[in-house]
């Protein structure tokens, strides 16, 4: 629990509303785990329930959204801001478990055009989905590639490997 509360904030848990809350979610979902912990309050940085301004962690007053019951829910929750293109692009990149290049990707994603393409990537780079390993695109987080890859329907898990 301890960890969790420092996940939020290194102050005492006074100086910030809600700690006590996301920290019982953090605990109860996470089951203490650091790794899981940490990967659920990135996707709260991610949908901006969690900030860090002028030198401390801010939560809202109330949180309006309902927080994610579980691991894989909140690491799926990360992907509900995406466009449709940049949700297709992970989706597609989901079932491979290693990265792909730029030109791969562009020809497993065709018919999309190359902009469309391009877009997407930059996307899911700035949201801090993917990341540009080398000369290769890969998952930032692998917890979020395998759940992504489980969340699909086993037709649609079957049409994207047959891009591969």
Same mark, same amino acid.
């Not at 102050?11 to 809600?18: G, K, L, M, Q, T």
């Given at each position: 629990?301890?960890?969790?509360?420092?996940?939020?904030?290194?102050?005492?848990?006074?100086?910030?509303?809600?700690?006590?809350?996301?920290?019982?979610?953090?605990?109860?979902?996470?089951?203490?785990?650091?790794?899981?912990?940490?990967?659920?309050?990135?996707?709260?940085?991610?949908?901006?329930?969690?900030?860090?301004?002028?030198?401390?962690?801010?939560?809202?007053?109330?949180?309006?959204?309902?927080?994610?019951?579980?691991?894989?829910? @909140?690491?799926?929750?990360?992907?509900?801001?995406?466009? #449709?293109?940049?949700?297709? *692009? !992970?989706?597609? %990149?989901?079932?491979? =478990?290693?990265?792909?290049?730029?030109?791969?990707?562009?020809?497993?994603?065709?018919?999309?055009?190359?902009?469309?393409?391009?877009?997407?990537?930059?996307?899911?780079?700035?949201?801090?989905?993917?990341?540009? @390993?080398?000369?290769?695109?890969?998952?930032?987080?692998? #917890?979020?590639?395998?759940? *992504? !890859?489980?969340? %699909?329907?086993?037709? =649609?898990?079957?049409?994207?490997?047959?891009?591969?």
């Amino acid at each position: 629990m301890r960890f969790a509360k420092n996940a939020v904030d290194g102050a005492p848990p006074s100086r910030v509303r809600n700690v006590e809350r996301i920290a019982d979610w953090f605990f109860e979902v996470a089951g203490g785990n650091p790794k899981i912990t940490l990967e659920l309050a990135h996707g709260l940085l991610a949908r901006g329930t969690l900030r860090y301004v002028d030198g401390s962690w801010v939560l809202p007053t109330e949180i309006d959204q309902t927080l994610p019951e579980d691991t894989a829910n @909140a690491l799926l929750h990360s992907l509900s801001t995406l466009t #449709p293109n940049a949700r297709a *692009l !992970a989706e597609l %990149l989901s079932v491979r =478990r290693a990265g792909a290049s730029t030109e791969r990707l562009l020809a497993v994603a065709a018919p999309k055009p190359p902009d469309e393409v391009f877009r997407a990537l930059e996307e899911l780079v700035r949201v801090g989905i993917l990341e540009s @390993a080398g000369h290769e695109y890969a998952f930032v987080r692998e #917890p979020l590639r395998v759940e *992504l !890859a489980h969340s %699909l329907a086993a037709s =649609r898990s079957q049409e994207l490997h047959a891009h591969w």
